[in-house]
Nanobody, 118 residues
Framework: QVQLVESGGGLVQAGGSLRLSCAASGRIVSRYTMGWFRQAPGKGREAVALIGSSGAGTNYANSVKGRFAISRDNAKNTVDLQMDSLKPEDTAVYYC???????????WGQGTQVTVSS
């Protein structure tokens, strides 16, 4: 079964840290563009961080630059999102996604809730 499963969400105080993990099965993460997206209540989905296939770089939303870091562990077939200096406006459901390009994500996880209290 081809799927992505996120973990690591939760409740944290402002200024704290969380690490999200996305475990892939049926798809090798190093061969695809991987991304973390988020959707806050009443807002549209936005791309937070992207990492290209092996050898390609990373991209971040301006709102998280310097605070979030995306990484890939090829041995574990996972993609992580380290989130530091969290702010209440980071509160959202975070989704992991995979695709052939940065404009074509065809596989999505179920999402994990991140709540940052002030």
């Amino acid at each position: 079964q081809v799927q992505l499963v996120e973990s690591g969400g939760g409740l944290v105080q402002a200024g704290g840290s969380l690490r999200l993990s996305c475990a892939a099965s049926g798809r090798i993460v190093s061969r695809y563009t991987m991304g973390w997206f988020r959707q806050a209540p009443g807002k549209g989905r936005e791309a937070v961080a992207l990492i290209g296939s092996s050898g390609a770089g990373t991209n971040y939303a301006n709102s998280v630059k310097g605070r979030f870091a995306i990484s890939r562990d090829n041995a574990k077939n996972t993609v992580d999102l380290q989130m530091d200096s969290l702010k209440p406006e980071d509160t959202a459901v975070y989704y992991c996604a995979s695709g052939s390009t940065r404009n074509n994500f065809d596989l999505w996880g179920q999402g994990t809730q991140v709540t940052v209290s002030s």
